[in-house]
């Protein structure tokens, strides 16, 4: 989605763009339409590439990176077709041990799917509204008038098309920061996520060996609940409803709530921390939780001081016992001539072996209650161990599929990358090859005639010197000299004494001018 939107800012940034330099260009003298083609011109003339042959060498360059973009696009088009069906096959099965989370992913990636679909026709509706504006000035400046309305009208209309596109940035740039702290939420979750596999991957087996053989021992003197304390037996039964020790959740995700509570001294800003370090938790999970501690502590403060109340009680019989001995044997010592000192005997036998039985008593009733407290602790611990197991097995199988697909996905993009850098290697190999062969035929080309204008040259000049040679010969004649011949009158001038006469014999000074 974030690709699909900076390419959508990008196309509306160059569509004003080339409106308002279109706009410019369209009312002017046509000096910005001259100077490329003047440097075209130079660059033909220097570079011996002519402008028609360097417009048809970008046109087929774009050609070429049009039709590669479309069949990357196609490919990418059919992965993504192969990946849902794979993913359809593997985790929306009816047959499926997981279907119950399955069908949680699936109504989740039904209305995200939904939610891009609203998106992008959105974007879509904002995009075309920018477009028919940046169409509307482009029309508008074909038939400029400088007028002040004109120039008013045009630029309202570019406001509005500046307003729509900065408003378009902006939501764009919530929405980004929206996704940003997502992401931040979603890799803080993985990584607690990693850290729990972590600890499971690394428990220590000989602990859960030990766990598993701790129910079959029960002791031969348990007691029932009621011959415990009143608020050991509350305490115990509160256990057992509600999950144990823990509350039902698991060793990692409890340790993280207590040691989040403690940090924060119990303060209700202790959630947001314990939220954040439990992504598989909800809040109101982590109230309840918190309602159950607090009964928890509560309860085991009770139970505390029940047990230290039995013991003191229990301290005071031991030495009214050990009193009442002390004084059974001072007055079996001072009436030890008396004749009922055997009935006094059997007398503080019968108290010792009462107080003994007494003793005895409230001995089994302590290991009863200690033996029972560890048996249900142990019995806890196993059921949540055992929930942990069940549970890490079906977290390591969801895990090691999806690796396995991002491997598999990451080896495809992997050779698709290949293929398609050696493809592209390929056609400019191919290009660079046409471009040269091309070039040397035009060099040869222009040799060629480079040649035979030479030769023109030298035809026509040897045969010109073949006319004048003959023109020569033709116009040659052998005259022998004759110095007299200068002071003899030439044809004009005897014409010219004919008509004068015989009157005129004398000589001519003066050559009249007609």
């Not at 330099?21 to 011996?48: F, H, I, K, Y």
């Not at 990692?252 to 207590?258: A, G, I, R, W």
């Not at 007398?347 to 010792?352: G, L, P």
């Not at 003994?356 to 611990?381: D, F, G, H, P």
Request: charged letters at 35%; proline letters at 3%; glycine letters at 4%.
């Amino acid at each position: 989605m974030a690709a699909l939107t900076t390419v959508v800012v990008a196309a509306a940034a160059t569509a004003v763009a080339g409106a308002v330099a279109g706009a410019g260009a369209a009312p002017g003298t046509g000096v910005g339409a001259a100077v490329p083609q003047q440097n075209d011109g130079c660059l033909g003339t220097s570079g011996g590439i002519r402008p028609f042959q360097l417009q048809n060498w970008k046109q087929k360059v774009n050609r070429t990176k049009k039709t590669e973009f479309i069949r990357t696009a196609e490919k990418f088009k059919n992965q993504v077709i192969n990946l849902e069906k794979d993913k359809h096959s593997h985790f929306y099965n009816q047959k499926s041990d997981f279907r119950i989370e399955h069908s949680m992913l699936e109504e989740l990636e039904n209305k995200l799917i939904n939610s891009r679909k609203t998106e992008r026709a959105k974007i879509q509706q904002q995009l075309a509204k920018i477009y028919n504006n940046v169409k509307k000035l482009q029309h508008q400046l074909k038939d400029a008038k400088p007028t002040p309305d004109f120039v008013e009208k045009l630029r309202e209309m570019m406001e509005e098309i500046e307003n729509a596109i900065n408003t378009f940035k902006e939501e764009q740039r919530l929405i980004y920061e929206e996704l940003i702290k997502e992401e931040k939420t979603t890799s803080n979750e993985v990584s607690a996520i990693s850290r729990k596999l972590d600890t499971w991957a690394v428990g220590d087996p000989g602990a859960e060996k030990t766990l598993r053989a701790a129910p079959g021992k029960l002791p031969a003197d348990r007691v029932t609940p009621s011959a415990l304390p009143a608020a050991v037996a509350e305490f115990e039964t509160f256990l057992q409803q509600t999950g144990g020790r823990q509350g039902g959740w698991d060793d990692y995700d409890h340790q993280n709530f207590v040691k989040a509570r403690t940090k924060h001294k119990g303060k209700p800003a202790f959630m947001g921390e314990v939220l954040e370090h439990l992504p598989g938790r909800t809040q109101d999970e982590v109230q309840q939780h918190e309602k159950w501690y607090q009964k928890f502590l509560a309860l085991e403060e009770r139970k505390k001081e029940s047990i230290q109340h039995w013991k003191t009680k229990k301290q005071q019989k031991m030495e009214e016992i050990f009193k009442l001995k002390e004084k059974d044997s001072i007055q079996v010592l001072s009436h030890n001539k008396q004749e009922d000192n055997q009935k006094q005997k059997e007398e503080q036998r019968k108290k010792q072996k009462l107080a003994i039985e007494a003793w005895k008593k409230q001995r089994s009733i302590e290991m009863a209650m200690k033996s029972a407290s560890q048996l249900k602790e142990e019995e806890e611990k196993e059921k949540q161990q055992q929930r942990a197991r069940q549970r890490q097995c079906k977290l390591k199988l969801l895990l090691e599929t999806y690796t396995q697909q991002k491997k598999e996905q990451a080896e495809f993009l992997r050779l698709e990358k290949e293929i398609r850098e050696k493809t592209e290697k390929a056609e400019r190999r191919k290009t660079a090859a046409d471009e040269i062969s091309r070039f040397q035929e035009r060099d040869l080309h222009k040799l060629e005639l480079k040649i035979l204008n030479r030769q023109l040259k030298e035809d026509e000049k040897a045969e010109k010197q073949r006319k004048l040679a003959k023109l020569k010969e033709k116009v040659e004649n052998n005259v022998s000299r004759d110095p007299s011949r200068l002071y003899k009158p030439t044809k004009g001038w005897e014409e010219r004494t004919k008509k004068i006469g015989p009157a005129g014999s004398g000589p001519l000074l003066h050559i009249p001018h007609r």
